[in-house]
């Protein structure tokens, strides 16, 4: 009988220059990160993507996690965890954007948030928030406006 042996590795797909504090403190440092490397607000269809940290809120990682559709995202707890254990992180903010420039969340994106923070939670990780990138520099954030706890 033979047994196939398989090897998961990170490659690096590329390097962003990043200028902004590499510590998270505040879902308004959340959302600029975001924008400075996503460069979400101006993008035509939704895009869900992380930011991956470490114990200390240090950025170790971002990734591009799914690009949805005009205006949906289709992500999958298994799309995330798996590149949040890759990063080796303690904790994950996720980030999307809203192409028609509102970023008041939608039943989907509550919805979501509840299924990731259940996944995270069985996983060791936390989710710390949810940012929606909206036009002009606005965003929304779970943790200001709503307990992350759903």
């Given at each position: 009988?033979?047994?196939?042996?398989?090897?998961?590795?990170i490659?690096?797909?590329?390097?962003?220059?990043?200028?902004?504090?590499?510590?998270?403190?505040s879902p308004?440092?959340?959302?600029?990160?975001?924008?400075?490397i996503?460069?979400?607000?101006?993008?035509?269809?939704?895009?869900?993507?992380?930011?991956?940290?470490?114990?200390?809120?240090?950025?170790?990682?971002?990734?591009?996690?799914?690009?949805g559709?005009?205006?949906?995202?289709?992500?999958?707890?298994?799309?995330?965890f798996?590149?949040?254990?890759?990063?080796?992180a303690?904790a994950?903010?996720i980030?999307?954007?809203?192409?028609?420039?509102?970023?008041?969340?939608?039943?989907?994106?509550?919805?979501?948030?509840?299924?990731?923070?259940?996944?995270?939670?069985i996983?060791?990780?936390r989710?710390?928030?949810?940012?929606?990138?909206?036009?002009?520099?606005?965003?929304?954030?779970f943790?200001?406006?709503?307990?992350i706890?759903?």
């Open positions: 009988m033979l047994i196939t042996f398989q090897k998961l590795a490659v690096k797909e590329e390097k962003k220059r990043y200028s902004l504090e590499p510590f998270i403190q308004n440092e959340a959302a600029h990160a975001f924008q400075a996503f460069e979400l607000e101006n993008a035509a269809e939704e895009i869900f993507c992380a930011l991956f940290l470490n114990t200390k809120n240090k950025i170790i990682g971002a990734a591009e996690i799914s690009h559709t005009l205006n949906a995202s289709l992500a999958h707890p298994r799309e995330l798996k590149k949040a254990l890759f990063h080796n303690a994950v903010i980030g999307h954007n809203h192409p028609s420039g509102d970023p008041e969340p939608s039943r989907e994106d509550i919805e979501l948030l509840t299924k990731l923070k259940e996944a995270g939670e996983l060791g990780i989710i710390l928030d949810q940012i929606i990138i909206g036009d002009n520099g606005g965003f929304y954030s943790s200001l406006h709503k307990p706890i759903i």
